[in-house]
T-cell receptor
Framework: GAGVSQSPSNKVTEKGKDVELRCDPISGHTALYWYRQSLGQGLEFLIYFQGNSAPDKSGLPSDRFSAERTGGSVSTLTIQRTQQEDSAVYLC????????????FGQGTRLTVV | RKEVEQDPGPFNVPEGATVAFNCTYS??????FFWYRQDCRKEPKLLMS???SGNEDGRFTAQLNRASQYISLLIRDSKLSDSATYLCVVTLYNFNKFYFGSGTKLNVKP
């Protein structure tokens, strides 16, 4: 596709349910990032994938959060047993692996836990 | 210590004013530098890359000071449409990961 695609754009879920958020990066972008942004706050790094290397999971806030990237392309962020504090916009970005060119963001998934 | 630090603001300025933001980074091995803009309830988008020699794009000027490890963004003749949050971003040598600052909020008033 032309840009980073995220789905769903909005998700309302009940506390305690599991949710899956999807990110489809720009073709050819081997670097993929997940960030979380609470209302009025900055970007909070969650996880980083680079090619076939082990992902950098240092930003995941708890073991309820996990992410995978299949075939070096599409990524899924899973949140188990959602809590109200998980409510935020989840942003995915992708980039070329050169460290020089910009990262492109998807429009985000707005997650609301009720 | 955070990789990238920014003054969160908000900076409240009148239309036509000149405003400058600074951003400091902690790792001297930082490789590339960018300014992103984020509008309310939208995703961040690249405003401009920052080159060692400094660069200008219309009313926007970006500067890099490697010795002091900071980058700056100058906006001249501010417009109402410049109201947004400006994010400072760096990457590190041999580690192609983007580090985002928490952003500086700009409000341009009529």
């Amino acid at each position: 596709g032309a840009g980073v695609s995220q789905s769903p754009s909005n998700k309302v879920t009940e506390k305690g349910k599991d949710v899956e958020l999807r990110c489809d990066p720009i073709s050819g972008h081997t670097a993929l990032y997940w960030y979380r942004q609470s209302l009025g706050q900055g970007l909070e790094f969650l996880i980083y994938f680079q090619g076939n290397s082990a992902p950098d999971k240092s930003g995941l806030p708890s073991d309820r959060f996990s992410a995978e990237r299949t075939g070096g392309s599409v990524s899924t962020l899973t949140i188990q047993r959602t809590q109200q504090e998980d409510s935020a916009v989840y942003l995915c970005a992708s980039s070329l692996p050169d460290g020089y060119t910009e990262a492109f963001f998807g429009q985000g998934t707005r997650l609301t836990v009720v | 210590r955070k990789e990238v630090e920014q003054d969160p603001g908000p900076f409240n300025v009148p239309e036509g004013a000149t405003v400058a933001f600074n951003c400091t980074y902690s790792n001297s091995a930082s490789q590339s530098f960018f300014w992103y803009r984020q509008d309310c309830r939208k995703e961040p988008k690249l405003l401009m890359s920052v080159y060692s020699s400094g660069n200008e794009d219309g009313r926007f000027t970006a500067q890099l000071n490697r010795a002091s490890q900071y980058i700056s963004l100058l906006i001249r003749d501010s417009k109402l449409s410049d109201s947004a949050t400006y994010l400072c971003v760096v990457t590190l040598y041999n580690f192609n990961k983007f580090y985002f600052g928490s952003g500086t909020k700009l409000n341009v008033k009529p």
